[in-house]
């Protein structure tokens, strides 16, 4: 038997040798079949990630062209849909918006809007400063040169740097040292222009002043979240799939939801400005100690009394007072919680009123208004108050509060005709109001409008 066994193994091993090559070649054609399969399986991969990029593509072009055509009047729907293209102007402010892709030389502010189609190749400037209707401010504004037609007559450059957002054109000139108009004509209006991109926006400057720039730079950097083009000195050629040139306005210091971008309210607008700038909101107001922030000025349209006025306060009415002086007004983190924190601003006419954004809603904004500057003082401030969400009270000045009633007399022009100096223009105006104004306030006066103030936000005159 034990001769036997290794030859009943052999016989057994070769028997089955057939069975393990036939499963062998199974398993290959399986293996072939499977790899078959899967090569098939990986095209058609390709061909659906190609179908869904391209579908992926159109969606993104379709939302964009719906973020850029709310910046669009109702009566230029139509043709912006058909042409891409939109232009638009008023007494403010111009607007171009552009669908298409565009082609932007940094050195010669060029923007070449290039087609396929055979058009007449046209070209306009546009100022992107929404103060249009004022010489001096708009004069030295650097125009964005806008350039359409068909691709081989207009000769675009080459891009060197591409882009995936639009580009949205301002200028940083003006009067934005000043912060009524820095406000005004680029906060605001650059909110309006940019909130709905939700910060998938590029801003490109064709002025910058350091000094301002870098002064917002929290709301700039809040609105786009892409370093700003017009910063440094490079000059290169950017690629866009879209642009818009100049900011959408609505007043002074105004958000009108019934304007172009629809939906927006000053309230939108304060509540962007309070995050910005780290506010902490008061929601209450104290009434039984209401705290008054009194804008303390130097140079001209000074409180020569100001001691005076800010010990009847406390002593007489137990009011709290906290003196903003000019320099504060710099650190808006700062400062704007020192604001939202009082009831009452009380000021003369001027820029320091501005601060009445950071006003909790509800406070009172006490304007002090100059002789000679009822215009300007109810146009820029006394009649936006309200839409900012604060009661506004109109302090006009008597004619013996005002030092040029000393240094005039009453029967001067200056004084008695107001009218007569304003018709010799704006410079024999600032001379008069603006520079050379200060301010004795009759302390009962005041006292009583204080106290008006307290039952506007609500407190019992009783």
């Known amino acids: 038997m034990g001769k036997k066994e290794p030859i009943l193994r052999k016989v057994l ?31 058609d991969d390709e061909r659906s990630d190609e179908h869904h990029s391209e579908a992926e593509a159109e969606a993104e072009s379709a939302e964009l062209h719906y973020k850029l055509r709310r910046l669009v009047n109702e009566n230029d729907l139509a043709n912006f849909d058909a042409t891409g293209i939109s232009y638009d102007v008023d007494d403010f402010t111009e607007v171009s918006v552009i669908s298409k892709p565009v082609i932007f030389d940094q050195k010669s502010l060029s923007l070449y809007v290039p087609s396929n189609d055979a058009i007449q190749p046209s070209r306009r400037k546009v100022k992107p400063y929404p103060r249009r209707e004022d010489p001096t401010a708009i004069k030295w504004v650097t125009p964005v040169d806008i350039i359409t037609g068909n691709a081989t007559q207009i000769n675009p450059p080459s891009c060197q740097i591409m882009h995936n957002v639009p580009a949205l054109f301002f200028s940083f000139q003006g009067f934005v040292e000043n912060p009524f108009h820095a406000f005004n004509e680029i906060v605001i ?42 910063t440094k000195p490079s000059k290169m050629v950017h690629c866009f799939p879209a642009a818009v040139v100049g900011l959408r306005y609505h007043e002074n210091l105004a958000v009108n939801s019934s304007k172009v971008p629809l939906g927006y309210t000053m309230q939108n607008f304060r509540q962007f400005l309070w995050k910005t700038y780290s506010v902490k909101v008061k929601t209450t107001l104290n009434l039984q100690r209401p705290k008054v922030l009194l804008i303390s000025r130097k140079g001209s349209r000074m409180f020569l009394n100001e001691d005076e006025m800010v010990r009847m306060m406390e002593e007489e009415l137990g009011f709290q007072v906290y003196r903003a002086l000019p320099n504060e007004t710099s650190d808006l983190s700062k400062f704007g919680s020192t604001v939202n924190s009082c009831e009452i601003m009380l000021g003369a006419h001027g820029a320091g009123l501005t601060n009445g954004l950071f006003l909790p809603t509800g406070a009172v904004m006490i304007q002090m208004v100059p002789l000679g500057l009822n215009w300007a003082s109810d146009h820029y401030f006394g009649e936006p108050a309200p839409g900012i969400g604060l009661k506004y009270i109109r302090y006009k000045i008597w004619r013996n509060e005002t030092s040029l009633y ?8 200056v004084v008695s005709d107001p009218e007569s100096i304003w018709a010799k223009g704006y410079m024999a105006v600032k001379k008069a109001y603006v520079d050379e104004q200060n301010f004795r306030i009759n302390l009962v006066r005041l006292k009583g409008v204080l106290l008006d103030a307290l039952e506007l936000m609500g407190r019992s005159s009783a």
């Open 189 to 230: 209006p650059l909110f309006l222009t940019s909130w709905h991109f939700r910060s998938q926006v590029q801003f490109v400057l064709t002025d910058y002043r350091y000094e301002w720039f870098w002064k917002y730079i929290r709301v700039v950097a809040k609105l786009s979240g892409y370093e700003v083009i017009g």
């Open 406 to 413: 000393e240094k005039y007399g009453p029967n001067d022009p």
């Open 13 to 43: 091993v070769f028997s089955a040798l057939p069975l393990f090559i036939l499963l062998l070649l199974l398993c290959h054609d399986q293996q072939h079949s499977f790899s078959s399969y899967s090569s098939d399986e990986g095209q």
